[in-house]
């Protein structure tokens, strides 16, 4: 991760509401199947593979349940990784995941180390692209494969008013880019055999769902637990969210590159 990665505050209140939306152990959409589709088509029998940003340890778990020798999952933020661990236990994955609390900076880990690095919506929070896909590609073993899932921009400069306004509401510290400062990011850090794939038409319509769902169908459980007003603030940033979706200024995009062996 790169000097400039942003911390972020995810509370128990803020944790409760996004497992209860994109399911257990996810703080991103999607769930295990918008895993498989990061990952489809690579073999992870025996990888040792290095999950950025891992959050609550969803994808990690995922990634170890593919037959992975061992996944790496790191996180900058401390309070999520006991979270991971005792899910890792749970599921019974515990003897092929490790967790980590990093510090913003280089990635602590000699080159060579890993075979696949993926990362599942989290490089928003990093705003020099290029020193991240630098660092990545030193960490890949020759022939290694980086394939990750981020928040992109549909635009270049600075954002609409309805895409300041989401982001205010969001409140954290998101450095979003376009697919093409992405691109070239991974080609000159040395990246080749480049895709990128579009989902901004899977996520206008999956956002609708998980609107539903936060209003209707988890709306009383998370009200007991947590404040009602912090729920109906959520609410209000997923109508933000789905208004700048649909103009086409934020992008999931899925994107991969490999490591000349």
């Known amino acids: 991760m790169t000097d400039t990665e942003n911390t972020l505050a995810y509370d128990d209140a803020m944790t409760e509401l996004l497992a209860g939306v994109w399911g257990e152990g996810y703080m991103s959409p999607g769930g295990d199947t918008e895993v498989a589709r990061v990952v489809d088509g690579l073999d992870l029998t025996g990888k040792r593979i290095l999950d950025i940003g891992s959050g609550m340890g969803g994808a990690t778990l995922y990634l170890a349940g593919q037959g992975a020798a061992e996944v790496v999952g790191i996180d900058v933020e401390a309070e999520l990784q006991p979270k991971s661990e005792a899910l890792a236990q749970r599921r019974g994955l515990a ?48 022939g290694g494969v980086f394939s990750a899932s981020d928040w992109l921009s549909g635009y270049e400069g600075e954002p609409s008013l309805e895409m300041a306004a989401y982001i205010e509401a969001e409140g954290l510290g998101f450095e979003l880019a376009s697919a ?34 936060l209003a209707d169908e988890i709306y009383d459980k998370l009200a007991a637990s947590v404040d009602p007003d912090f729920v109906d603030h959520e609410i209000g940033v997923w109508d933000k969210m789905i208004v700048v979706l649909d103009q086409g200024q934020l992008r999931p995009t899925l994107m991969r590159g490999h490591k000349p062996t």
Do not use: Q
């Open 180 to 213: 093409a400062t992405y691109e070239r990011a991974m080609n000159d850090a040395g990246f080749v055999d480049i895709r990128i794939e579009d989902r901004n038409a899977w996520y206008r319509e999956e956002a609708r769902r998980e609107r539903a769902v």
């Open 95 to 142: 003897d092929r995941c490790t967790f980590m609390t990093v510090e913003p900076g280089p990635l602590p880990f000699e080159p060579k180390s890993f075979d696949v690095v993926f990362s599942k919506d989290s490089i928003i929070h990093i705003a020099d692209k290029l020193a991240l896909c630098t660092d990545i590609f030193r960490v890949l073993k020759p």
